[in-house]
């Protein structure tokens, strides 16, 4: 099955500085790629998605690529703000039935 | 309109015993879906039900967990002779049939002591 993995666990950043993310995962079958952020006692919340057929997709200030061939996509928050801080993670899935979630980086933006 | 929703929010039970969570997804949609999330851990797939179809299992961690998902609808994961280990937070999330986005409910969070 599935295996989603990412780094880092854990990321700061100062207000403004770029945040980037990265996923990893090891089904090829795998064709649809979303990221959901977490904030803190709340339910996950998409917030960017990308499919197989495109390499990268922007929405503001978050942009995804995906690299099929080596199987690694990533998330990228610009000129982060507080309010960013959260958990995000990435999924992966194929043709949108079952998901695997990584395990999660918890964002920190410190002003 | 009205979001997925998840009950009890809080369920603290004893060691040995047996809970059920249910979830109610949002009208109309086919596709749901069972996560467990340990403290500060993310979001572990463990059950997905598509319309009529044979839901995938592949993702329980034991024969104590199951699912059940009536009429298409409501859905209720059941964990039998509950382990302090299963302490966690247990989410629900459903999409469209034709849709990406997985809509979460607020999760339960359980507690086996």
């Known amino acids: 099955g599935e295996n989603v993995e990412q780094h880092p666990s854990t990321l700061s950043v100062q207000e403004g500085d770029s945040a980037v993310i990265k996923c990893t995962y090891s089904?090829?079958?795998?064709?649809?790629f979303p990221w959901y952020k977490q904030e803190l006692g709340k339910r996950p919340q998409l917030i960017i998605d990308?499919?197989?057929?495109?390499g990268e997709k922007k929405d503001q200030r978050i942009a995804v690529t995906l690299n099929k061939t080596a199987k690694h996509f990533s998330l990228h928050i610009t000129e982060t703000q507080p309010e960013d801080s959260a958990v995000y993670f990435c999924a992966a899935s194929s043709n949108n039935n079952d998901m695997r979630f990584g395990a999660g980086t918890r964002l920190t933006v410190k002003p | 309109g009205a979001g997925v929703s998840q009950s009890p929010s809080n369920k603290v039970t004893e060691k040995g015993k047996d809970v059920e969570l249910r979830c109610d997804p949002i009208?109309?949609?086919?596709?749901l879906y069972w996560y467990r999330q340990s403290l500060g851990q993310g979001l572990e797939f463990l059950i997905y039900?598509?319309?009529?179809?044979?839901?995938?299992k592949s993702g329980l961690p034991s024969d104590r967990f199951s699912a059940e998902r009536t009429g298409g609808s409501v859905s209720t994961l059941t964990i039998q002779r509950t382990q302090q280990e299963d302490s966690a937070v247990y989410l629900c999330?459903?999409?469209?049939?034709?849709?990406?986005?997985?809509?979460f409910g607020p999760g339960t969070r359980l507690t086996v002591t």
């Open positions: 009208s109309g949609h086919t596709a």
């Open positions: 999330a459903s999409r469209l049939n034709t849709g990406v986005e997985q809509y």
């Open positions: 039900f598509q319309g009529n179809s044979a839901p995938d």
């Open positions: 089904d090829s079958a795998s064709n649809y």
């Open positions: 990308i499919r197989s057929n495109v």
